[in-house]
């Protein structure tokens, strides 16, 4: 009677998989490290790949963008394009014409097309290069290519105080040294107010590179540093997750975190 009631009080036989799990087998130790020691670091230092130096080279391209688009460029094109065709026509007025009419039509157009190039630059500050020192610098005789008044340069208050013969021929090269002055003028005019307003279109770029870059990273359009993050973890996550935070706090930039976009609508 005692032998039945101890097999009926007997706890049933419990499954195989329940004592492996309930056994005092030993375990894995845990293994504490430190968060920067979970990721691998690049110990190769390249200068011409870090981030500021690729950030530079982001802000520089969003400056050129947004300085030299299809409307600046027209615009740009069009001026540089006027200010080249009125020295071509400045240097016309200062040549001689009995050069013009010997001389064959490439030396005619070779010393104006100089003359034209040489004048870009320096017109942006109201500046005028010498008709001479071009003549001169293709190797042509500058009494001959110009008229007898000189160029436009070097025209002075002193040649006009002496008693110059009045003639047809000095009365035509006046003239024609007087347009060729208005038509440097103008040259000039069109090369500063292009030169001035490219320049105030470059600062306001610049001003605002920063601004649009952090726009462009915070909507995902920029692409991520590549060169010193040997792996990353990329975390999706809601509109807010501490846990996230915490990893990116120890983790820096081998966390990536894809938030949800609060688009004001709940349902």
């Keep these: 009677m005692i032998l039945r009631i101890a097999r009926l009080n007997r706890l049933p036989k419990q499954p195989r998989f329940i004592n492996s799990f309930c056994s005092f087998e030993p375990k894995l130790p845990a293994i504490l490290w430190k968060p920067e020691d979970e990721f691998p670091s690049k110990t190769k230092w390249e200068p011409f790949r870090s981030n500021n130096y690729i950030r530079f080279n982001r802000l520089l391209s969003i400056v050129q963008k947004k300085t030299f688009d299809r409307r600046t460029l027209v615009l740009f094109t069009s001026a540089l394009s006027a200010v080249y065709c009125a020295g071509s026509y400045e240097a016309y007025l200062l040549m001689n014409p009995s050069y013009i009419v010997s001389s064959s039509t490439f030396e005619t157009l070779r010393f104006m097309h100089s003359y034209a190039?040489?004048?870009?630059?320096?017109?942006?500050?109201?500046?005028?290069?010498?008709?001479?020192?071009?003549?001169?610098s293709l190797g042509l005789d500058a009494e001959t290519v110009l008229r007898p008044l000189m160029d436009a340069a070097s025209v002075s208050t002193e040649f006009l105080g002496q008693e110059a013969d009045m003639s047809y021929a000095a009365s035509d090269n006046a003239k024609a040294?007087?347009?060729?002055q208005g038509f440097g003028a103008?040259?000039?005019?069109?090369?500063?107010?292009?030169?001035?307003?490219?320049?105030?279109?470059?600062?306001?770029?610049?001003?605002?590179?920063?601004?649009?870059?952090?726009?462009?990273v915070a909507a995902g359009r920029e692409p991520l540093?590549?060169?010193d993050v040997v792996q990353r973890v990329i975390r999706l996550c809601g509109k807010e997750s501490d846990v996230t935070s915490l990893s990116m706090q120890r983790y820096g930039r081998h966390i990536i975190p894809v938030l949800e976009r609060n688009l004001g609508k709940e349902l």
């Design 117 to 136: 190039m040489e004048q870009m630059l320096i017109s942006c500050v109201w500046g005028t290069k010498s008709a001479n020192l071009v003549a001169i």
């Design 225 to 227: 540093f590549e060169h």
């Design 177 to 180: 040294i007087l347009q060729a």
């Design 186 to 216: 103008a040259r000039s005019v069109m090369a500063s107010a292009v030169a001035l307003s490219q320049a105030i279109r470059t600062l306001a770029a610049a001003l605002r590179a920063g601004e649009l870059y952090e726009t462009a």
